[in-house]
C-alpha cells in the first residue's frame, strides 16, 4: 500500500465549479499534512496546512480524518489558474520532519 | 522567486560523464533536501542536511553524491548514471521548527 494515496484525475471541471479532492495515508503516526500545488513544469508550492479542526482558506476548505486516515481539499468558484496539480503531504515530525508526498491529483479548469 | 536557487535548469549528460546539481538558499534555513520527482511517480526523499550534517539518505545508490558545504548550498555529484535516473531533481529548504518548505526550480535531469 502506498503511504500517501491520491486519484491521478485529471479531473475536468467548468469555470464556477465546486471540486472535491480526497487523500489517503497509511500510517497513522502521522502528525503533520499538507496540500501543495505544482503547475507543469515547475516546483510545487505550499498551498495550504490542513489542521485537526478543519481549516478555510479564501475559496480553498482543507479536512482531516484522523481516524479514516484521509485529507480532503475543497476548492469553491474554480478559476482557470486552479488548473495544477495538487500534492497531498503527510509528515512525521522526526526533527527535520519527513515529508511523504502523494502522486498528486491533476485539476484541469475550463472556460 | 522561491529564495532557492538551482542550477542548471536542465542537463543532458551521457552515463560516463560527471556532472554536479548546485543548489543555494538565501533564506536563512538550516535544513535542506534533495527530491527525485520521475514521471508519473510520486516526489521521494533522497537527502536530507541540517546544520550541513547529513540526517537521512533514503537508500539511494552511490552513484549520487551530495555534499553540502554550509547550512547555504547543496549539491548533488552524479557520476555514471543510468537512464531510469532521468527526472526533475528538486532542492528543498527549511527552518527547524516550521512546517513550510521552499522548492527551488528544479533540474530536468535527461541521461542518455
Known sequence: RKEVEQDPGPFNVPEGATVAFNCTYSNSASQSFFWYRQDCRKEPKLLMSVYSSGNEDGRFTAQLNRASQYISLLIRDSKLSDSATYLCVVGMNTGFQKLVFGTGTRLLVSP | ?112
Request: with cysteine.
Open chain 2, 1 to 112: 522567486e522561491t529564495g532557492v536557487t538551482q542550477t542548471p535548469r536542465h542537463l543532458v549528460m551521457g552515463m560516463t560523464n560527471k556532472k554536479s546539481l548546485k543548489c543555494e538558499q538565501h533564506l536563512g534555513h538550516n535544513a535542506m533536501y534533495w527530491y527525485k520527482q520521475s514521471a508519473k511517480k510520486p516526489l521521494e526523499l533522497m537527502f536530507v542536511y541540517n546544520f550541513k550534517e547529513q540526517t537521512e539518505n533514503n537508500s539511494v545508490p552511490s552513484r549520487f553524491s551530495p555534499e553540502c558545504p554550509n547550512s547555504s548550498h547543496l549539491f548533488l555529484h552524479l557520476h555514471t548514471l543510468q537512464p531510469e535516473d532521468s527526472a526533475l531533481y528538486l532542492c528543498a529548504s527549511k527552518d527547524r521548527g516550521h512546517e513550510k518548505l521552499f522548492f527551488g526550480s528544479g533540474t530536468q535531469l535527461s541521461v542518455l
